[in-house]
């Protein structure tokens, strides 16, 4: 059985790290794909961090 949850919220870092998924997608071509965009998304926040440190 299937149980109805109302007035249920997503928070919003949720929904940004769906976002950087769904970006992700998009630019690079694979419609429905949530692995990749994981991927994508992982490798943009250590590359970022490692601009951001100096290392690159």
Do not use: H, W
């Not at 109302?6 to 692995?35: K, T």
């Amino acid at each position: 059985m299937t149980k109805v949850v109302r007035n249920f919220r997503i928070p919003s870092d949720f929904c940004l790290v769906i976002l950087d998924f769904a970006l992700g997608i998009l630019e690079f071509g694979d419609a429905g794909n949530l692995v990749l965009g994981a991927n994508i998304a992982g490798f943009r926040k250590v590359a970022a961090a490692m601009i951001k440190q100096g290392y690159v």
